[in-house]
């Protein structure tokens, strides 16, 4: 069961370039998230997809794009990146109703010097 | 959007009960409490969730207080590898629109 996929694992960027977070989820889940978590906090909501076709805002959208594929696949792109992105950032799915419980992936390790 | 509190850490013998407790005093009536867990940097792990009744199972019991303003999760028999953050949260949104928000978590630090 490979559940809810992301890539790369890891990643170094220089500050300005760009480079998009893929994640994929093979449980025919509604619903896909983009969290961020940083050093000794809580994860943070970025973006957010209640249905294929739909994307929304979360706490921290700034300096994000996203993007939903397909059901499946749910990315997340840094146009420019900045150091304040260095972070993990974990892509989870659920069914979507409130009742539901979401499963996240592994998580993507970005650093940016 | 309903926001939780938690203990920043806790300590717990292992084989003993670990009781984490949450406030969310501001949850509304259709909004369920989850609680996940986070061993180092991996992904949360999904333990269990409850809307008003008390729930159990193979990793966990969920007590909800009757005026749903607080809960506590009750690992029965600790061991090391439940050390952890636990985060204690309430599903805020519509139906079929909705999302969940991470506070702090509680760091539970079973020891020997």
Redo the contacts between chains.
């Keep these: 069961n490979a559940g809810?996929t992301q890539t790369p694992k890891f990643q170094v960027l220089k500050t300005g370039q760009s480079m998009t977070l893929q994640c994929a989820q093979d449980m025919n889940h509604?619903?896909m998230?983009w969290?961020r978590?940083d050093p000794g906090?809580?994860?943070?909501?970025i973006y957010?997809s209640?249905?294929e076709g739909t994307t929304d805002k979360?706490?921290v959208p700034n300096g994000y794009n996203v993007s939903r594929l397909n059901k499946r696949e749910f990315s997340l792109r840094l146009e420019s990146a900045a150091p304040s992105q260095t972070s993990?950032y974990?892509c989870?799915s659920s069914k979507?109703?409130?009742?539901t419980?979401?499963?996240?992936?592994?998580?993507t390790?970005l650093t940016v010097v | 959007d309903a926001k939780t509190t938690q203990p920043t850490s806790m300590d717990c013998a292992e084989g003993r009960a670990a009781n984490l407790p949450c406030n969310h005093s501001t949850i509304s009536g259709n909004e369920y409490v989850y609680w996940y867990r986070q061993i180092h940097s991996q992904g949360p792990q999904y333990i269990i969730h409850g809307l008003k009744n008390n729930e159990t199972n193979e990793m966990a019991s969920l007590i909800i207080t009757e005026d749903r303003k607080s809960s506590t999760l009750i690992l029965p028999h600790a061991t090391l590898r439940d050390t952890a953050v636990y985060y204690c949260i309430v599903r805020v949104g519509r139906y079929n629109f909705n999302k969940f928000y991470f506070g702090s978590g509680t760091k539970l630090n079973v020891k020997p």
């Design positions: 809810v509604n619903s998230y969290y978590q906090m809580g994860l943070r909501l957010y209640a249905s979360g706490e993990v974990f989870a979507g109703q409130l009742n419980e979401a499963f996240f992936g592994q998580g390790r």
